[in-house]
């Protein structure tokens, strides 16, 4: 598939690109793929990219070309269908198999500036990402166009519209104790993560404290336990990933674990997602959360009365 990178009112002249700035654009382009494509096949994308799928990103320069002070680069990058790899790798993500890494990359600008489009294309890493585009422009009148070709929407850069996207972060909700009850679903010891399985078929993505704690819970693998740790969200509300802090064997504690507060905490969250036209707060069904308003003392005290 084909694709294109137009800059307009390219400051070094009609059809001109200094190697710094191409290679700028280069490496900041396939770390928005990577990212991305973490995102969606791992729930979250500040980890280490597998080496084997490395080869699946490439996204190939084929020409170069000027007109009207504009400097267009023709790009070129295969759809994630045609590797043999694809029906086992994404599982339930098929719809990846439609996009290229470089429709990705349009995707995810597209969802970070356009208030109407799907969030959960964003976490914190991708936003960190895309500010540090805003890096290529030189002056405050260059543009650049990423388009292929009117399958997808294009997108439209320029220094002050990535300035906008860090108005992102003030719609991620705080991070909120949690709890989770659920089986240990997989173990990804080279990308420090674990995903777990609620009862209702909910994956949820759990950062370990350390690479050591593996050794700890690596007994656990299949059985259902319960974990208390940090929930992170993405922007608009979607539970991201949680920070793990201790778990226990599933038990006694369960009722105790599965009971809602009797209100919510999360009212940042909320007013997101009634905006959105969704129920108050989803993330309920999803695992449970601190029984109501006690100090960290008194909850460990509660712990000890239930062993």
Excluded: C
């Excluded at 799928?53 to 020409?63: E, G, V």
């Amino acid at each position: 598939m084909n694709y294109d990178i137009k800059i307009v009112n390219n400051y070094e002249g009609e059809g001109r690109i200094e190697l710094n700035r191409l290679a700028f654009l280069s490496s900041h382009v396939k770390s928005i793929a990577q990212k991305a494509l973490l995102l969606q096949l791992f729930g979250y994308s500040k980890i280490l990219f597998p080496k084997k799928l490395q080869k699946y990103l490439n996204i190939f320069l084929t020409s170069t070309s000027s007109k009207e002070n504009e400097t267009m680069l023709t790009l070129d990058a295969a759809y994630f269908k045609d590797f043999p790899v694809q029906l086992e790798l994404f599982r339930d993500k098929s719809y990846l198999k439609d996009l290229t890494p470089m429709a990705l990359v349009i995707k995810t600008f597209n969802a970070a500036l356009d208030e109407d489009e799907d969030k959960s294309l964003l976490d914190e890493p991708i936003i960190d990402e895309l500010l540090k585009f805003r890096s290529f422009f030189k002056t405050d009148t260059e543009r650049i166009f990423l388009s292929n070709r009117n399958s997808i929407p294009e997108v439209k850069l320029s220094g002050k519209k990535i300035n906008k996207i860090e108005n992102l972060y003030k719609t991620i909700p705080s991070p909120q104790k949690t709890v989770i009850n659920g089986i240990i679903d997989e173990m990804k010891f080279s990308r420090k993560q674990l995903v777990m399985l609620t009862s209702d078929k909910q994956k949820i993505v759990v950062i370990p404290p350390s690479s050591d704690f593996f050794e700890k819970i690596k007994d656990y693998f299949g059985k259902e336990i319960i974990i208390s740790g940090v929930a992170n969200f993405k922007p608009g509300g979607q539970l991201s990933y949680v920070n793990l802090e201790s778990f226990n064997p599933a038990g006694v504690a369960d009722k105790f674990f599965s009971r809602k507060p009797d209100k919510t905490p999360l009212q940042q969250q909320i007013a997101i997602q009634i905006k959105q036209g969704k129920k108050s707060n989803p993330i309920d069904d999803i695992f449970g959360k601190w029984p109501g308003n006690e100090t960290d003392e008194e909850f460990e005290q509660m712990l000890k009365e239930l062993d």
